[in-house]
């Protein structure tokens, strides 16, 4: 296992160099590809990346969309397929029904976009939607939607999706930021950020380094075996 080319020392510079080494997708290593046989095809963004695969997260070396991260919500089926979820729509009405789906299960599927607009009842009211079908960008009425994007940051990994307004940033420098926030070193005052996207927390707490209090509170005192909350 250890000898493995995959097999990698972990990167610990921060807690989101850790969380995004282990949601790592790579096509190099044992079966897969080599860096000098893997041409522009092999490493461009494909739509079935959707969802799935950032399309922004990746290196800039001569291992350029040869490795790559986990969408936010993407998951690994039991077959080994990474699945996206979705909103199961009927008859225009958009359900809290979630599902998961591969690649191949959703391109018969039309997907409206997780910004579509609703109204109170959850139904889509505009006469067409923006949709996704058949690996196309394209308009339907709501009737013809089947499925809808659980949010809008379900394109893009945890790196990128922590970047304020990563809509209006060029896509090659948004890649170069995802990359540098992973080599973010602690500083001694740590302070909250002015401008923020909702995920930092996520990441603080899912990577496992940092101490989640049970409940909120002043804190007392610290030393080296304890922090006591009061």
Sequence with gaps: FGSSQLSQFMDQNNPLSEITH?????????????????????????????????????????????????????????????ESPYRVVKDALVTDEIVFLSAIEEADHVIAQASATMNDKGQLVDEL????????????????????????????????????????????????????????????????????TGMERNVARDSGVCVVARRGGVIDSVDASRIVVR
Excluded: W
Aim: net charge positive; hydrophobic share 40%.
């Design 22 to 82: 282990k949601r790592r997708v790579s096509a190099l290593g044992p079966g897969g590809l080599t860096r000098e046989r893997a041409g522009f095809e092999v490493r461009d963004v494909h739509p079935t990346h959707y969802g799935r695969v950032c399309p922004i997260e990746t290196p800039e070396g001569p291992n350029i969309g040869l490795i790559n991260s986990l969408a936010a919500y993407a998951r690994t089926n039991q077959y080994g397929f990474l």
């Design 129 to 196: 939607v923006a949709v996704r079908h058949l690996n196309e960008f394209t308009v339907k009425a709501p009737e013809d939607v089947t499925l809808m994007d659980v949010s809008p940051k379900q394109v893009v990994s945890v790196a990128a999706s922590l970047i304020p307004f990563l809509e209006h940033d060029d896509a090659n420098r948004a890649l170069m930021g995802s990359n540098m926030q992973r080599q973010a070193v602690p500083t001694l005052r740590a302070d909250k950020p002015l401008v923020g």
